[in-house]
């Protein structure tokens, strides 16, 4: 019998087939590399079907797995809101896999991609079992599963210093995410059953618990820690710039899209769906934290010249834009207003499911480009659009979704966000009432600084000409990468054109988590019309804007072409400079120069300029050579000194070690002695 | 052999078994200590014979024997033949000197008893009044690791504090149960070899074995 649980099942044991495959086939890589990115795709597509229908039956189902430690099994559960987060995972993940079996083709020669292939399948399995384990045994051993296997796919190029520290610095931040993960579970299964036996430990348990409030408050933010850290909540982001950008591109979208929506999971799993309870300034902190980031994090992005470090950076906006929808949630549940809490959730979630899209693509373009031409710095590139015109029109897709414009798919969900945020009147506080209009216009600020971040993305490396030293032979991307850099750029327009559609699907999560239904007054205009709460405040239909749009484009181009004559190519006027190279075009870092001057103080800005005078008089310059460092402050304020405090302590604690045996066996003797006397 | 004249003779051995261990922290030569070691083996047995007799437990004969076989026979022929490959039969040096040794143990002896006092009051084994020797055996033993330099010795004290844990099993409970005890024995012989082929490694890297060279294997920061 075929139901959404086996189907997951399934999906599971089909990895699991990846898995035994990998080293029978490690002889031929290129076999290797079809079957097991193929058998991934198969095992998403599985957990995709899944996850649809677990959320539009609304089906909610608990299992227990024989496997585990005797007497703690493990405990599985299908609902609402674990079958859309696999729906998430399952949509990229068989973009991704799919995009793979050409992407990862491109190492063959150069290295082996045997531990590609198997950490890549234990990842993508690690994540599913996330969203599927209903106690805190299992959930934390997925969890485990997947930070180690990200691990050494962020290791993969293992022979560069770079890649090795970035690895490192993200096991760290894992650990100490999933020590504070760890903690909040403990505190949370002893509130629920007492701290003497392990039967809290399930899910259940906690559900049908209460906590004391202090307590709920410890495990809430211990939680809240844990996963920030692992979503890359500034200011626990660090490792997240460093690890997304050397890990393999296909790992990149899926760290970027999914991994750290398992985070976003979790906040929502343990506050709407364990502690429930909870007062308002819990949201409020969420969604301070939440604008920090996309406002920081979207500064940040802009300053960077590596592509897939501004694609890392503005994830950390695009975390925080969810944040702010949870945050909402939050605040509004709190206040007993179910329908704007589902609002604001429904926001937070579509933001998720929106940025897993196009953030997907995004970096499966910029993979596609890396590809090409082994450069990820912006400003050694440009012109790409002539020689790989499908990598770009994909890339175009994203950068308009991401930087919220109508019809794609992050329109919808940033304005929901701004929804929410203006319908915040509603709440009895007024303190509230002065302060979140606020936040919504530090997001707005946040999405217009996306736009601009994104139009350098695109026009310095796909637009202009070429800049780099020398020019590589670069050609279009195989028909597999682009099927899936296409798959996801069409899930970017449906997405957007179809939100009502979409909200009706998702209702059951909300119902679920704050027993709000939204889908009654969002579609109350049928499909075509998305009225959040109802059409006299605000109302959007994307198929009428999509066919606005196109149009407008076609009559112009039409009108443009009718007369062949109008479009002429002809040289470049060049200001009586007769000697024009590509180096002088338009740079990644003059581009944002202006939030250089502006916002300077927020950066750790080293800027240099050297110039060579020519012998004969000072006034001639013979060569400028101009060098710039952008680095947050966070590092200096925050992570070095403890990293100093650590290192000082660990010398001290360095001196006991002698190298003498008979120093250690007396450490042992004293100890006996001392705990015989005192235990006596 | 009427139970009360067992009991003595346990009494008796024990002690044979405290001053034996003594005699393992006083005696500097290294062939002295080996004979040492071997003469505690022995009376480990004697007594683990006594007390299973005593209490019936005939597990303990077997137990007897394979102390015997291991601790009086195998491990000093094998301790024997690396003195003799390694040819370190010279005087061993000590850390701290004998006298301070000595009264060390003198005070680590009363302390057992001292903590040993409210179990000889709450058991009823005829066995009761050894455990206080029995700890003082284990601690004796470690101290002995301590106050040598050489890695030998250190074997043998290891050696030795295993008896006392051997002893104390006996008197406190009459012994562990068989498996545990052949799994022990097990464990020790198979320590012994792998000491064998630490000694040599650390001799050719040191040139010695010294266990004061190993500080140079220290990270210097």
């Given amino acids: ?443 707005a600020l946040a999405a217009a600084l996306a736009a601009m971040c994104f139009v350098k993305a695109f026009g310095v490396t796909f637009l202009g000409q070429w800049r780099g030293h020398h020019r590589p032979h670069i050609h279009e991307v195989d028909w597999s990468m682009r099927t899936g850099m296409g798959m996801a750029a069409l899930a970017c327009l449906c997405l957007g054109i179809f939100p009502t559609v979409m909200i009706n699907w998702m209702d059951a999560v909300s119902v679920m988590l704050v027993r709000g239904k939204l889908a009654e007054s969002a579609g109350a205009f049928g499909w075509l019309w998305l009225t959040p709460i109802s059409h006299e405040r605000a109302s959007y239909s994307g198929p009428i804007v999509l066919l606005g749009i196109v149009g407008v484009v076609s009559l112009v181009f039409l009108l443009l072409h009718a007369r062949r004559r109008t479009i002429h190519r002809g040289p470049l006027w060049d200001c009586g400079f007769e000697k024009i190279t590509p180096r002088m075009q338009y740079t990644a870092t003059a581009f944002s120069m202006p939030i250089r001057r502006v916002l300077g103080f927020l950066f750790h800005v080293r800027e240099r300029q050297e110039a060579k005078r020519h012998l004969v008089h000072k006034a001639f310059i013979e060569r400028l050579r101009y060098s710039l460092r952008v680095r947050d402050h966070l590092w200096d304020w925050l992570y070095q000194p403890v990293a100093d405090i650590s290192f000082w302590v660990a010398r001290r604690v360095g001196r006991l070690q002698q190298g003498r045996i008979q120093v250690y066996l007396i450490y042992s003797f004293a100890t006996i002695i001392l705990l015989l006397v005192l235990l006596r | 052999m009427p139970i009360s004249f067992a009991a003595q003779l346990n009494s008796v051995l024990a002690a044979l078994i405290l001053l034996t261990a003594f005699g393992l922290l006083a005696q500097r030569r290294i062939y002295g200590l080996l004979h040492l070691f071997a003469w505690q083996g022995l009376f480990l047995s004697i007594s683990t014979a006594v007390v299973g007799y005593a209490a019936g437990q005939h597990h303990l004969y077997i137990s007897s024997i394979l102390t015997l076989a291991l601790k009086v026979i195998v491990l000093p022929y094998i301790l024997h033949v690396l003195i003799i490959r390694l040819k370190i039969q010279k005087e061993v040096e000590t850390l701290v000197n004998i006298p301070a040794t000595m009264l060390m143990g003198i005070a680590l002896v009363i302390f057992s008893y001292h903590l040993t006092s409210p179990i000889r009051e709450l058991s009823t084994l005829v066995t009761r009044s050894t455990i206080a020797v029995a700890l003082a055996t284990v601690m004796l033993g470690l101290l002995m690791m301590i106050t040598r330099k050489h890695a030998v010795t250190q074997i043998i004290g290891f050696l030795a504090m295993e008896n006392g844990l051997f002893f104390a099993a006996t008197s406190a409970t009459y012994g562990m149960p068989l498996v545990v005890e052949l799994g022990v024995a097990l464990d020790i012989l198979i320590a012994a070899f792998i000491f064998g082929i630490f000694f040599f490694h650390i001799r050719t890297t040191f040139d010695s074995l010294d266990v004061e060279q190993m500080a140079r294997l220290k990270e210097e920061d």
């Fill in chain 1, 1 to 443: 019998m075929i139901s959404p649980f086996t189907l997951t099942t399934a999906a599971l044991f089909v990895i699991l087939l990846a898995l035994i495959m990998v080293p029978l086939l490690s002889r031929s890589q290129r076999l290797l590399i079809v079957s097991v990115f193929s058998l991934t795709a198969v095992a998403s597509l599985l957990t995709l079907t899944a996850g649809i229908w677990t959320v539009w039956d609304g089906i909610t189902e608990s299992y227990i797995i024989l496997l585990g430690l005797p007497d703690l099994p493990f405990h599985m559960r299908l609902d609402p809101l674990s079958g859309f987060f696999l729906t998430v995972i399952g949509a990229l993940g068989f973009m991704v896999s799919v995009y793979s079996i050409g992407y990862v083709k491109g190492f063959i020669g150069h290295r082996p991609v045997t531990s590609l292939a198997v950490f890549y399948s234990l990842f993508l399995a690690g994540m599913f079992m996330v969203i599927l384990a209903d106690d805190a045994f299992f959930f934390l051993i997925s969890w485990e599963v997947m930070a180690a296997a990200s691990y050494f796919l962020v290791m993969f190029e293992d022979e560069k210093t770079e890649n090795r520290r970035a690895a490192f610095l993200y096991l760290v931040v894992a650990h100490i995410g999933a020590i504070a993960i760890l903690l909040s579970f403990g505190l949370m299964a002893g509130s629920a059953t007492g701290f003497e036996g392990f039967n809290g430990y399930t899910f259940d348990a906690m559900r049908h618990a209460t906590f004391p409030p202090h307590w709920a408050a410890v495990a809430f933010f211990l939680a809240f820690f844990g996963f920030a850290a692992k979503a890359g909540v500034i200011p626990l982001h660090v490792w997240l710039p460093e690890a997304h950008p050397v890990a393999p591109s296909n790992v990149s979208a899926l760290m970027s899209g999914i991994m750290l929506k398992t985070a976003i999971y979790g906040i929502v799993r343990v506050t709407f769906d364990l502690i429930r309870d909870f007062p308002w300034w819990w949201g409020a902190v969420v969604l301070i934290f939440g604008l920090a980031s996309a406002l920081l994090g979207i500064l940040y992005a802009l300053q960077q010249q590596d592509l897939k470090k501004l694609l890392a950076y503005s994830s950390v906006e695009n975390i925080g834009i969810i944040l702010i929808g949870i945050g909402l949630s939050m605040t509004f549940a709190a206040f007993h207003n179910p329908v704007l809490s589902a609002l604001a959730l429904t926001a937070g979630l579509y933001h998720t499911l929106n940025h897993a899209m196009f953030k997907g693509l995004l970096f499966m373009g910029a993979g596609a480009v890396l590809h090409a031409t082994h450069e990820r710095n912006m400003e050694e590139t440009g012109g790409l659009i002539h020689r790989m015109p499908w990598t770009s029109a994909l890339f175009l897709i994203g950068c308009l979704s991401i930087s919220a414009l109508p019809p794609f798919n992050g329109f919808v969900s940033e304005w929901l966000t701004f929804q929410a945020f203006l319908l915040s009147t509603a709440l009895p506080s007024t303190l509230l009432n002065l302060l979140i209009p606020l936040g919504a216009a530090l997001l």
